[in-house]
């Protein structure tokens, strides 16, 4: 069992990459066909797209608030010990945040109705996996100090907030053109569940007072659990040198736990050059039903040591007051296990943004020569310039986060097309970021990060991200 | 601008997207990170009214031994690097006692014993602490503490009543650890 908590502190406390999933520089990117992923509703302005599998889209972000790596581990010849006590202890709150997300494309591609040119399909399959641990403020201080000389507070069992996911998603998407100034889009999910470890809306406090009779009283209220699916295979495929990326595999097809979920956006013109996008992902949920382990200890316990208490104890002279005390706390905050059956809520996303094209050049830089006809729609691509801002929100644990970005995007003809990012959130309030989307050809190559600002000790930065991609992108006509 | 080719344009850009650097870190400072929790909680209560010391004929004399293995807990006798034991005692009966605690390993064998002296009411009350490891007495005996002894001689006797409201004599306990977790 510490083994296995043990494992899973690693898992859920591991800068593995980020859950915030902002991904404000690919959002409303025109020319990457990726961008759909984030706006089923975008305007689509190529006749068919094909990703090169497992490098279409590689993505990856990391974010901590409150901390970086650089604050603890920097060479700065500091005592660690203090730097912890002073930047971790007594800095951070619960509401502070490790965190990180990595999504790979395996395949994605997307293609234009010959029968009925305004509308758009696109379809693929990503595995993504995810990691979130909000600091556990309370329970730190526990370990690190312990409760001794702390007579009356209460250390919050809520703040253990943590959860980790691997997920494999097929998708398919219908992106139409409804009027010439209304996109629509939408976009159907099949999750397959690969692991998921979940210890969230837990309550209950831990405290130290004085006591009735004896000097000390502990007191546990508890309502705790830690749930997860998968976790136990994939334990035991890696004990039995078994193949732990087959297991991956065989749950990642569909072998896991079984998930819908669906995606909606829109694009509205508000005129010529004014334009309104929206978008909602990840609505949806898996049910965890296979290979599920979930752990409880719920109860309420005050113990003052061993009582023996005369002449009433005289009557069972021999009675093993140790045991009978253990068996009693057992007895009031049982830790169990159960394999019920779960279900996971998907983390919501909200995108939207106003975006304004100015600087116009008199015919479309990307020359969509094909049935359908892009100058009808969104009339972005005359333009050489777009600007302006767009709202992000997701729906977390401790309740939903926001980020607000402001954007300038330049095309230079048909081959060359980039976007710069300011964002604000509770990560940086100096992120900016940098897009660019690249035409050689038939082949798209696209790349972006954002928080650059950073990249001079990228070990002090609270957010990094990266995301790039290849594909072959047909404008011809069919 | 657009006396830049595109393509010098794009190789920048990448190049910029790229290029990183990190201050040097010192991940080798995990080995000095020291975690050394110091818990507490309370140990062992007894108490024992006057009316039972006064219904023995004779010097009135207890000696209970409880098993008590929450020292040589596995977790608790690895990585416990230092403690003090507190002890309380109460008496408000009218008879002078000789109490003793004895903490015993697994075979019965005595570790370590504490005696306390207690007046007769009215009388303050005695608290004293002991100090385990290296700069007290050994830490092996908390570690390998099986079971506890408590053991009260009245050294008065057995008719006297105390005029203090339900005379008892209490003994209180606790244990104050520094662990190491790290």
Known sequence: MIKTLGLLSILLSGYMACYAQNKEVLYDFQEIPQAIMVNPGINTIYNWYAGIPFISGIY????????????????????????????????LSERDEVNGIFQVDILNGGFRSQKNPANFFSFGMYIEGYALNYWPKDLAVLAYEGNADRLGQRFDLNDLNAS???????????????KNNL???????????????????????????????????????????????????????????????????????????????FDLGVTYNLNDQTVITGSLLDIGLLYHTSDVINYTLKGSASIEGVEIILPDALNDPNADVWE??????????????????????????????????????????????????????????YYLNSAGAQLYAINRPRGPQFALTAFYQRR?????????????????????????????????????????????????SNYASFQLGLNIISWERN | ????????????????????????????????????PTAEASILYVE????????????????????????????????????????????????????????????GNILDSENFMLNAAPTAILTREIAYGPAGRSLDIIRNTS?????????????????????????????????LLQ
């Open chain 1, 183 to 261: 996109t629509l889009g939408a976009r159907i999910k099949l999750y397959s569940g690969i692991l998921d470890i979940k210890s969230t809306n837990n309550s209950g406090y831990f405290e130290t007072t004085l006591g009735e009779n004896n000097l000390l009283r502990n007191t546990l209220v508890s309502d705790m659990r830690l749930r997860t699916s998968g976790l136990d295979a994939l334990l035991d495929a890696n004990d039995n040198g078994s193949s732990v990326a087959g297991l991956f595999t065989k749950r990642g097809l569909f072998g896991g736990d079984p998930g819908l979920g």
């Open chain 2, 147 to 179: 079971a506890i002894r408590v053991s009260t001689t009245n050294l008065g006797d057995n008719t006297s009543v105390s005029s203090l409201p339900n005379p008892t004599v209490f003994l209180r306990s606790s244990a104050k650890f520094r662990i």
């Open chain 1, 412 to 460: 230079f003809a048909k081959v060359l097309a980039l976007k710069a990012t300011y964002t604000v959130d509770k990560f940086t309030p100096t992120n900016v970021g940098l897009g660019m989307s690249l035409q050689a050809g038939p082949v798209n190559f696209y790349i972006m990060g954002d928080n650059l600002f950073s990249y001079g000790n990228i070990a002090d």
């Open chain 2, 48 to 107: 024992t009214p006057e009316d039972l010391i006064n219904q023995d004929s004779g010097n009135y004399f207890y000696s209970q031994t409880f098993n008590f293995d929450a020292f040589n807990e596995e977790f608790v006798a690895d990585n416990i690097l230092d403690g003090v034991i507190t002890y309380e005692l109460e008496n408000t009966t009218s008879k002078p006692l000789d109490i003793t605690f004895e903490f015993l390993d697994e075979a």
């Open chain 1, 324 to 381: 009978d005390l253990v068996n009693e706390i057992e007895e009031l905050v049982p830790f169990e296990e159960n394999n019920n059956n779960y279900v996971s809520f998907r983390p919501i996303k909200f995108y939207s943004s106003i975006r304004y094209n100015f600087g116009k050049q008199g015919e479309p830089v990307a020359d969509c020569d094909c049935d359908y006809k892009p100058n009808s729609g969104d009339r972005s691509l």
């Open chain 1, 164 to 178: 980790g996911q691997f997920i494999n998603v097929l998708h398919f998407g219908i992106n139409r053109q409804i």
């Open chain 1, 60 to 91: 990856a972000k990391g974010a901590t608030s409150g901390l970086t790596v650089n604050d603890i581990f920097a060479a700065d010849g500091l005592d660690i010990n203090q730097k912890v006590r002073d930047r971790a202890l007594n800095s």
């Open chain 2, 1 to 36: 601008m657009k006396y830049i080719p595109k393509s010098i344009l794009a190789i920048l850009f990448c190049t910029g997207i790229f290029s990183s650097c990190a201050e040097k870190q010192d991940f080798d400072q995990l080995d000095d990170l020291d975690i050394t």
